[in-house]
């Protein structure tokens, strides 16, 4: 039957549906937080330890190339085959990650779970566009802010108690049942809305040489915290992507059925919901990788408690998140929220690049709740504007390019942070090392003993790791001086990584700017007139929906 409205399905059938999609979402959010407590143990057994990064980069990579073509696909065949697909991809790749008895085995079975993963995330966003009206949506999308909130809380403490109690293979298998009882939700309730007058011309074509812009960007940004931008397996490799992406450019121009519509860049809202979701996400990566690792490193704790030390910052994300949607659905407007969201980021981020060795837990957490009230509206208001603005035929298209854009924009934003906490360490050491009281001669030679901060920055004690790294004939000067050293470092470490949150607050503001000048303010349509946002001059599109 032809639909021009929502799907008609009962009230209590949405609700399952809901569950389902977002218990899906939950596993894929999860699976990014779950891991990192379990890796040393994994690394170890596995004798693995030169393919430790790529455990998480493998699953970056995949889940961020698959994700729109993915999104592209379920314009052309329906949401349900593919996020059933993509769900029971990422269940195939979770039982073959805890099956692994090598550590390349971890690895490509990693990749396989990033490429059901992608499917999962971008799909279930314009799955909420089907089922309900632009004025309803904001309410429900404010719950996916919260799942990641929820799933970053739960993830450390879950992937030890797994690890230390039980097995580290049970940190994949544990996915296993909860995809299961989503996959048959989903796959009984979920209407299937096609578009059976579409040409079904997969752009394969497209989908390569993304595959190949896209990838080596991100090793590229992934290698760069190891190395110089001017190395080949840094600037070559990014050069090269995006010598792809304008090939990438002119393929999709000719495409029948492009796999990125081009189109969606020359609609006004669309373009500034992508700038500023882009710079968001450099304060939105930067705050959750960094201030974990300033909880271990500084403050003693360990990689679970240093998970429970985040709170601050989820809370408020999870709070403003949902808030944000039940305002935008009573409201209708957005603009203003989204602009206020991102000055009260960039508000909490400039706190926080004044972060020292000594900064009282509650005042760092004050500065934590203030920028994740701010982070919380941007995972939400954007997919409602964005699906607000985008022809219903280019939801899926639309949508996964939103979360396309966050995610590259957090990898580009890390690489940069990354390298100004660096270079921020290796400027402020000395200097930190010498007000903690640390003769200047000690510092010196100190400097010259070939330590280097990454010999310092992980988690352990810092005063053995010192000692079992200067020379011999150094140590003797040295072990006295320890307690100052560390305290020293400590301070170093804690203002190099307030200098690299203001690569976030720079961002934020600009995000604020740009969306305080430059996005409309477009009223929520219904569904009817949803439909009316395809070009005058095109025709009608019917939506068969397969009960």
Partial sequence: ?????????????????????????????????????????????????????????????TATVSGPIYG???????RRPMILFGIGLFLIGSALSGLSQEMWQLVAARGVQ?????????????????????????????????????????????????????????????????????????????????????????????????????????IGLTNKLGHEWTDPVVGGLILFGFGMLAVFVWVESRAVEPLVPLGLFRNRTFAVSMTAVFLAAFGFFGSIIWLPRWFQVVA??????????????????????????????????????????????????????????????????LWMVITGIGIGPTLAAF????????????????????????????????????????????????????????????????GSSGISTNDLSGVGDIGAQILANVPEAVRPLVEPLIPAIVSGFHQAFSLAIGSSLWVGFAAALIAALVAGVLLPELPLRDFRAARQSVPADAEPVPVMIDE
Avoid at 16 to 32: R, Y
Avoid at 72 to 78: E, I, M, V, Y
Avoid at 136 to 150: I, N, S
Avoid at 415 to 438: D, F, H, M, N, R
């Fill in 114 to 218: 990033g490429l059901g993963a992608g499917a999962i995330f971008p799909i279930a966003l314009a799955v909420i566009g089907d089922l309900f009206q632009p004025s309803e949506r904001a309410k429900y999308q404010g719950l996916f802010g919260a799942v990641f909130g929820v799933a970053a809380l739960i993830g450390p403490a879950l992937g030890g108690f797994l690890t230390d109690q039980v097995s580290w293979h049970w940190v994949f298998f544990v996915n296993i049942p909860l995809g299961l009882v989503a996959m048959v939700i989903i796959g009984r309730l979920l209407p299937a809305v096609k578009h059976p007058e579409r040409v079904r011309s997969i752009d394969y074509l497209g989908a390569a040489v993304f595959a190949g812009a896209i990838i080596p960007i991100l």
């Fill in 72 to 78: 592209k696909l379920s314009d052309l065949f329906g």
């Fill in 383 to 446: 997919t409602v504007v964005v699906q607000n603005a985008s022809p219903v035929a280019q939801l899926g298209a639309a949508t996964s390019a939103l979360t396309f854009f966050r995610q590259v924009g957090g990898s580009v934003g890390l690489a940069i942070a990354g390298t100004t906490l660096g270079s921020a360490l290796a400027e402020k050491l000395p200097g930190s090392l010498v007000a903690a009281g640390v003769p200047p001669e000690v510092v010196d030679r100190f």
């Fill in 300 to 365: 003693g704790s360990s990689a679970t408690e240093s998970g429970y030390q985040a709170l601050p910052l989820l809370a408020g994300l999870i709070v403003s998140s949902v808030v944000s949607g039940q305002l935008i659905s009573r409201t209708g407007r957005y603009k203003w929220l989204i602009t206020a969201a991102l000055a009260i980021m960039s508000v909490g981020l400039f706190l926080m690049t004044h972060l020292q060795a000594d900064t009282p837990l509650p005042q760092l957490w």
């Fill in 1 to 61: 039957m032809t639909a021009t409205a929502t799907p008609h399905i009962s009230a209590r059938q949405r609700t399952e549906i809901m569950v389902a999609i977002l218990l899906a979402m939950f596993l894929s959010a999860l699976d990014q937080t779950i891991v990192g407590t379990a890796l040393p143990r994994i690394v170890s057994q596995l004798n693995g330890n030169q393919l430790y990064t790529w455990v998480v980069t493998i699953y970056l990579l």
